[in-house]
């Protein structure tokens, strides 16, 4: 398996254009998180999905933010408009969503909003 | 309030030298406690996970244990070697049956093994 996919690895963008990251969760994987990673606040859930349904959407910042999962093989984070604060690494992550099972990470999308 | 501390924040050792990383958790419901690498520029990977009857699990030279009554967990490396520099991360799980389950991350210890 190749594990997680994401893409772009790194994105450098101007203040208020829209930013997609995509993620291909791991086959057979029924839950997929997003998660975002600064230096100041470690990693912070953004949002989880189980069978393709959003479950905990409440570390979502705001409005900026959304995020799809339209099958079980794909998933997108999109900031419209994107600030610099926004700058930050960004994961996905997938298990099979339920016990106490290995959560995969992906590589991660390094996101530099100027 | 659940949260996952951990200490120290930075630890510099010698390769060959053993060390130890903690975690202290708040976290409840608990469901499992586990263990992170993270090597710079990567995405995290589990090493250990410990579900509330296991104290004690081994990867290799990682040996990590659980105290399930003070909510303490700790994360041994024996024998280090280089490639242990990186950032172990401790993450609590929550029952996820409940409508609140989720992982609770710890900001991690940065690891770094001189030669």
């Known amino acids: 398996d190749a594990g997680v996919i994401q893409s772009p690895r790194h994105e450098v963008t101007e203040m208020g254009q829209e930013v997609t990251l995509r993620c291909k969760p791991i086959s057979g994987h029924n839950s997929l998180f997003w998660y975002r990673q600064t230096m100041m606040r470690g990693l912070e859930l953004l949002i989880y999905f189980n069978n393709n349904v959003p479950i905990d959407d409440s570390g979502m910042p705001e409005d900026r933010f959304s995020a799809k999962m339209p099958n079980a093989s794909f998933s997108t984070l999109k900031i419209q408009p994107s600030e610099p604060r926004d700058s930050a690494v960004y994961f996905c992550?997938?298990?099979?969503?339920?016990?106490?099972?290995?959560?995969?990470f992906g590589a991660g999308s390094r996101l530099t909003v100027l | 309030k659940n949260q996952v501390e951990q200490s120290p924040q930075s630890l510099i050792i010698l390769e060959g030298k053993n060390c130890t990383l903690q975690?202290?958790?708040?976290?409840?419901?608990?469901?499992?406690l586990r263990w992170y690498k993270q090597d710079t520029g990567r995405g995290p990977v589990s090493l250990t996970i410990m579900t509330f009857s296991e104290n004690t699990k081994s990867n290799g030279r990682y040996t990590a244990t659980l105290d399930a009554d003070t909510k303490q967990s700790s994360l041994h490396i024996t024998a280090s070697q280089l490639s242990d520099s990186a950032s172990y991360i401790c993450v609590v799980e929550t029952d996820r049956g409940s409508t609140l389950g989720r992982l609770y991350f710890g900001r991690g210890t940065q690891l770094t093994v001189w030669p």
């Open positions: 975690c202290n958790y708040t976290v409840s419901p608990f469901s499992n």
């Open positions: 992550a997938s298990d099979r969503g339920h016990g106490a099972n290995v959560l995969t």
